[in-house]
T-cell receptor, first 115, second 116 residues
Framework: AQKVTQAQTEISVVEKEDVTLDCVYE???????LFWYKQPPSGELVFLIR????DEQNEISGRYSWNFQKSTSSFNFTITASQVVDSAVYFC????????????WGAGTKLIIKP | GAGVSQSPSNKVTEKGKDVELRCDPI?????LYWYRQSLGQGLEFLIY????????KSGLPSDRFSAERTGGSVSTLTIQRTQQEDSAVYLC??????????????FGPGTRLLVL
């Protein structure tokens, strides 16, 4: 069974629309970490955010916001007023204490922002 | 400061040849990781180095793959007798310290390998 599920394979929206990328995870650890990375067409993975399992506060960074809900094991990512430069593949990843350093990756969501 | 660097950025080789891919981690980072990403796919873990400890090679797909890390810094991933299925982007990442669950991995731009 997948431990990190990004059910949306591809999302296409028109510029300035808001868009939410879903991430659902599965773990038995009480202490774990969740990450989002962005992979633009250039290919380099860019770190966006890290959240630990004890901090359920939502986080906002400019047009980006993250909604962490332990009750539903979800860590969703919303882009407000999307821009063409947001076009990329976005990966959600899980790090479990028992697995130490290994990141468990979702399959990624390809986001296309049309002008 | 400089990020993770990888070279070459692109490599085209013929089936059966050996290739070497290089990764230079962020200065001061002790943990280093190699991943493989096939076209349109997620990341596949290959190998992990932490300081002077024995590397975790559990992700290497075959004995044609090997990696070294000299002096706790630069790493080289070697693929011997390349096959067409080895064609992928090879990504290197580094993290600051012990590589524990909380560590953030920072990625290089990758090496795009094409085996003809």
């Amino acid at each position: 069974a997948q431990k990190v599920t990004q059910a949306q394979t591809e999302i296409s929206v028109v510029e300035k629309e808001d868009v939410t990328l879903d991430c659902v995870y599965e773990t038995r650890d009480t202490t774990y970490y969740l990450f989002w990375y962005k992979q633009p067409p250039s290919g380099e993975l860019v770190f966006l955010i890290r959240r630990n399992s004890f901090d359920e506060q939502n986080e906002i960074s400019g047009r980006y916001s993250w909604n962490f809900q332990k009750s539903t094991s979800s860590f969703n990512f919303t882009i407000t007023a999307s821009q063409v430069v947001d076009s990329a593949v976005y990966f959600c990843a899980l790090s479990e204490t028992n697995s130490n350093y290994q990141l468990i990756w979702g399959a990624g969501t390809k986001l296309i922002i049309k002008p | 400061g400089a990020g993770v660097s990888q070279s070459p950025s692109n490599k085209v080789t013929e089936k059966g040849k050996d290739v070497e891919l290089r990764c230079d981690p962020i200065s001061g980072h002790t943990a280093l990781y190699w991943y493989r990403q096939s076209l349109g796919q997620g990341l596949e873990f290959l190998i992990y180095f932490q300081g002077n400890s024995a590397p975790d090679k559990s992700g290497l797909p075959s004995d044609r793959f090997s990696a070294e890390r000299t002096g706790g810094s630069v790493s080289t991933l070697t693929i011997q007798r390349t096959q067409q299925e080895d064609s992928a982007v090879y990504l290197c990442a580094s993290s600051f310290s012990s590589g524990g669950a909380s560590e953030t991995q920072y990625f290089g731009p990758g090496t795009r390998l094409l085996v003809l």
